[in-house]
């Protein structure tokens, strides 16, 4: 179901109607720019309007129209329904008024019913397959649209007989209740642990604690003159996974550590059961459609192509990086027994505590002074300097119109180009802010879309982050990894709002999953660059521009144990690929693949009884495509060292990045993307499908990237 409305695109006349991308100042319009959306209740009238356009779009399909106005209607089908998925979906996540979040998940329940309703309509499956067929009259965007579509529909199951069909429905309405329950589970079921005295507890995490009290164990001998019992004060601590993060960085004490460990790592534990039926749901889906496994109908349309290609190239990358992550190990294990005893072992819940010590005697990193650079206004400075100097636009504030915003610490952009005119719509919600959606995310609100000759549909996009202010400021200042996270964000606002396709289908980020993460994390290094944060990183009080010397400070610290944070997402991306891959076919013990996959590809113990797989949300809505993170990673490490590293503010970087790559979204093959950008040498053909070039992230870690080796142990294990 959601695959078609993902991938089915388009709209000419609902914008015109329905939405007013630079309303005048001071006239009302609604929600995001949507004048249906001026209260609550008009989330109703938006998605009968989306009903009633995709209607006549349906019924002009089925006169059998030419290919390319199939292509075009079934976009504007797409488009017209995403509007309204898409502003459901983001006012669910940050819209502080509870009638609104409940409007808007109605809207999103009728939306999705009629979606589905789409998706198993013969009369448009048969004018895709049609359109398909005579693509020779279609431009080369418009091909693969069709193509998609068609995919997309039998991914749905319509070409199956009825019987077929209606398991198909049932088992995707299925997979939809398991994914919410899951994620529900883990936020009703984050656990806890009480620790006495209070005094085990470091003085910067006391925030997270609920003060607790139990009668003394000296009770018995204790009682006062005044005949009152001693009560000792503890902490009572949730082990949800940022608190469970801070936990495990900053707590001394290890038994503290393996009790926050445990207990995170074994909630919720109904989501045991959830997972194993979600694992056998899938399965099924798949083999109904005609996929061998999920993780086959998952895999099949991205780069990648076959799960096989994806285990060889995880492989691959775990016999490169095993030996500096070894040796990471022993580094790590060499401070415990100097700080602990000479026949200490290294433990799960040493890992964090232990590297975050080495990194800042290492470097001498006190995060408050970083911090201190980064006041949240002077990074959005930041970005607006980035966008000038490659893509010479502009990024300007601009007024709300009243009913526009959700929030007043929301900001709205305007991209705009000089010669070009406006690019694109981008709203900043960047303040974390209770019931708010907890991450950092990118939601787009519509794609671009070509609407005529002359007129083009411009993107709307709102990023949403959860920065606090200091407790002595309103302002936030950003710790690193959280202005590196706000230019991961910003990447895949840039890969929308520059994209120009014809059809919303492709628009921005609408590319194959595994090619998806990799702008983001080409924008990540422009977040480590001393060129890039000297034009922005100053002083909140002095003004003073970052040292230099600190930049280089940070980027070594990021590097100190990267082996063993690549071996983390590789294990990660095995779990996935493992429990949708073939394992499925013959249900076993999900804890028992994750301490096998753990002993294969990590360093680290397993501790017995506890279950991580049960919170690790990544396999619902990036099931089977975890592994789209890693790719990510080589290619924008690739991208960086060749087009980006000698200039990367210049022009010439920002023009080969839009013209070769991102205006082009997903309308091209990803890999003819990469290789026209890069000019070659960023990914290779392996057993019919594609995987990365990993030549430039081994270097970049510094670790000895032997292919023939590789290439020798692979074969023995592939063939
Ligand atoms: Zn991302």
């Not at 604690?209 to 949730?238: D, N, V, W």
């Not at 705009?416 to 974390?432: A, F, K, Q, T």
């Amino acid at each position: 179901m959601w695959n078609l409305i993902r991938r089915v695109a388009a709209n000419f006349r609902l914008e015109a109607r329905g939405y007013h991308a630079a309303p005048r100042s001071g006239v009302s319009t609604g929600l995001y720019g949507f004048h249906h959306l001026r209260t609550a209740g008009g989330f109703q009238r938006f998605v009968d309007e989306a009903i009633e356009r995709s209607t006549e779009l349906v019924a002009f399909i089925s006169t059998m129209p030419s290919a390319a106005d199939v292509v075009r209607a079934m976009d504007e089908i797409s488009d017209t329904v995403c509007s309204v998925v898409d502003s459901a979906e983001l006012c669910r996540h940050t819209h502080p008024d509870r009638e609104y979040v409940e409007e808007a998940n109605k809207a999103s329940l009728r939306i999705n019913e009629y979606l589905h309703y789409l998706n198993t309509d013969h009369s448009l499956y048969d004018a895709v397959k049609k359109a398909e067929r005579e693509g020779n009259s279609l431009t080369e965007e418009a091909q693969r649209a069709a193509h998609n579509l068609r995919v997309d529909f039998e991914k749905g199951g319509i070409h199956l007989c009825e019987e077929k069909l209606d398991r198909v429905n049932q088992l995707n309405i299925e997979i939809a209740q398991l994914c919410r329950q899951f994620g529900e589970n883990i936020i009703n079921d984050p656990g806890y642990v009480d620790v006495f005295p209070t005094s085990r507890i470091p003085k910067q995490l006391r925030h997270l604690c609920k003060p607790i009290y139990q009668s003394s164990s000296r009770e018995s001998t204790a009682l006062s003159k005044s005949g009152y019992h001693m009560k000792e004060r503890g902490f009572r601590i949730s082990t949800e996974p940022s608190a469970l993060s801070s936990v495990l960085q900053c707590t001394a004490d290890e038994e503290v550590r393996r009790m926050a460990y445990i207990k995170g790592n074994s909630v919720p534990h109904g989501n045991l059961h959830v997972l194993d039926r979600l694992i056998a749901a899938r399965h099924e889906l798949a083999r109904i459609t005609g996929y061998r496994t999920y993780a086959d109908f998952v895999v099949k349309q991205n780069m990648a192509s076959s799960p096989k290609v994806v285990a060889s190239f995880l492989l691959e990358m775990s016999e490169i990086v095993k030996d500096k992550a070894d040796e990471e190990f022993e580094a790590i294990w060499r401070v415990k027994r100097e700080k602990c005893s000479p026949t200490a072992h290294l433990e799960p819940w040493d890992e964090a505590y232990y590297t975050a010590l080495m990194k800042s005697s290492a470097f001498n990193l006190d995060s408050s002074v970083v911090a201190s650079y980064f006041p949240l206004p002077q990074c959005i400075e930041g970005l607006k300097i980035l966008v000038k100097s490659l893509f010479g636009a502009k990024c300007c504030n601009i007024p709300m119109a009243p009913g526009e915003s959700w929030h007043p610490d929301v900001l709205k952009m305007s991209l705009h180009h000089p010669e070009e005119g406006d690019l694109g719509i981008l709203y900043l919600d960047l303040y974390s802010r209770e019931g708010k959606y907890p991450g950092c995310a990118h939601f787009a609100i519509k794609g671009g879309r070509r609407i005529s000759d002359n007129e083009y549909q411009l993107p709307v996009v709102a990023l949403v982050c959860n920065f606090s202010g200091s407790p002595n400021s309103s302002i936030a200042r950003l710790n690193h990894w959280e202005v590196e996270t706000l230019f991961h964000e910003f990447g895949h606002a840039l890969h929308s709002l520059l994209s120009r396709t014809d059809y919303q289908h492709f628009s921005g980020t609408r590319v194959v999953l595994d090619l998806a993460e990799t702008p983001s994390n080409l924008f990540e290094y422009y977040a480590c660059d001393f060129r890039v944060l000297k034009t922005f990183a100053k002083h909140y009080s002095t003004g003073e521009m970052i040292p230099e010397k600190l930049v280089e400070s940070m980027q070594a610290a990021r590097k100190m144990f990267a082996a063993t944070e690549l071996q983390r997402q590789i294990f990660y991306a095995s779990i996935d690929q493992t429990l949708f891959g073939e394992e499925a076919a013959s249900p076993r013990d999900t804890s028992l693949v994750v301490a096998d996959l753990k002993r294969q590809f990590t360093s680290w113990k397993h501790v017995e009884g506890t279950h991580w797989q049960a919170r690790f949300s990544h396999l619902l809505n990036y099931g089977a495509g975890y592994y789209s993170y890693l790719y990510a990673k080589c290619f924008a490490a690739t991208i960086w060292k060749k087009v980006c590293q000698d200039d990367p503010l210049s022009s010439a970087t920002g023009t080969a990045l839009r013209t070769n790559f991102l205006r082009h979204g997903g309308a091209k093959e990803a890999s003819v993307l990469l290789n026209d950008l890069v000019g070659g040498g960023i990914l290779k053909k392996r057993d019919g499908g594609i995987v990365p070039d990993i030549a430039s992230l081994c270097e970049e870690m510094n670790v000895v990237c032997d292919v023939k080796l590789t290439e020798g142990k692979r074969s023995r294990i592939f063939l």
